[in-house]
């Protein structure tokens, strides 16, 4: 299945040429959970810390959907 994935903070610069406006489609295997897509593209999950779709927030063992565009956040560091 294929996945339309935009990322935030620094993540995008790990892929060359990826732009932030179009995203960039990843073709996963069907009933892909979204720690499968943060280790094939990977994404740390301590990097990558929080992922969503629709504006909702998916914890790491929610299944994704063909066609679904998932944005994956930087997690935020400091105090």
Do not use: C, T, W
Request: avoid cysteine.
């Amino acid at each position: 299945m294929k996945v339309r994935v935009k990322l935030f903070g620094i993540l995008g610069q790990r892929f060359p040429g990826y732009h932030h406006e179009q995203g960039m489609e990843v073709e996963i295997p069907d009933g892909a959970r979204v720690k499968d897509l943060l280790a094939h593209l990977e994404i740390l999950k301590s990097f990558g810390g929080v992922v969503a779709v629709e504006g909702k927030l998916l914890a790491e063992d929610a299944r994704l959907e063909n066609g679904a565009e998932v944005n994956i956040f930087q997690s935020v560091f400091g105090g």
